[in-house]
């Protein structure tokens, strides 16, 4: 299994482009999650899924966008990027909210 | 708000134990007490949880104590790649994380 995959690694994107931030799973887990981590923040909670075709936000959602249209995927979009939204992106799952969370690699992001 | 509170940081002589204590003021009957390692920026890994009794897996072993109020990691021969933010987060209806301990251990 190769786990909890993301996509890019890095990206150096422009005030007010666009993207998508990839994370794929394959354990089957129902529940999927965004974070981001910011120096001396500690990781914060974006966006969450507990299903195909269900997704809440977190405690920082502002700015980003999600969908879940498979169990695999569970992909992150920036609509107008703003320097604020320079940080690190993981993507987690696990097979319950409560149940251990299983992270990916991450993505670095830096907007000019 | 944190609802789990850590040292910032501690200082651990290779090959002796490291203890990293958290506090769990606002812990319910029914929340796990989970911990987390994050070595150099990757993606957080998965050490340990327990509810109410002491655990020990091939990582890392887990004190609770009695009230639940407060845990303790053991990691108990240190070694230079245990190096790492150690996070114990409140676990309700999402995880929590806080800010962790940075972890050295000192050649």
């Known amino acids: 299994n190769a786990g909890v995959t993301q996509t890019p690694k890095f990206q150096v994107l422009k005030t007010g482009q666009s993207m998508t931030l990839q994370c794929a799973q394959d354990?089957?887990?129902?529940?999927m999650s965004w974070y981001r981590q910011d120096p001396g923040m500690g990781l914060r909670l974006i966006h969450y899924?507990?299903?195909?075709?269900?997704?809440d936000q977190g405690e920082v959602p502002n700015g980003y966008n999600v969908s879940r249209s498979t169990t695999e995927d569970f992909p992150l979009r920036l609509l107008s990027a703003a320097p604020s939204q320079t940080s690190v992106y993981f993507c987690?799952?696990?097979?319950?909210?409560?149940?251990?969370?299983?992270f990916g690699p991450g993505t670095r992001l830096l907007v000019l | 708000d944190a609802k789990t509170t850590q040292p910032p940081s501690m200082d651990c002589a290779e090959g002796r134990a490291a203890n990293l204590p958290c506090n769990h003021s606002?812990?319910?009957?029914?929340?796990?007490v989970y911990w987390y390692r994050q070595i150099h920026s990757q993606g957080p890994q998965y050490i340990i949880h327990?509810?109410?009794n002491n655990e020990t897996n091939e990582m890392a072993s887990l004190i609770i104590t009695e009230d639940r109020k407060s845990s303790t990691l053991i990691l108990p021969h240190a070694t230079l790649r245990d190096t790492a933010v150690y996070y114990c987060?409140?676990?309700?209806?999402?995880?929590?994380f806080g800010t962790g301990t940075s972890l050295t251990v000192i050649p």
């Open positions: 987690a799952s696990s097979s319950g909210t409560r149940e251990t969370q299983y």
């Open positions: 899924s507990v299903g195909a075709g269900i997704t």
């Open positions: 327990g509810l109410k």
């Open positions: 606002t812990i319910s009957g029914n929340e796990y």
């Open positions: 987060p409140h676990v309700a209806d999402q995880f929590y």
């Open positions: 354990m089957n887990h129902e529940y």
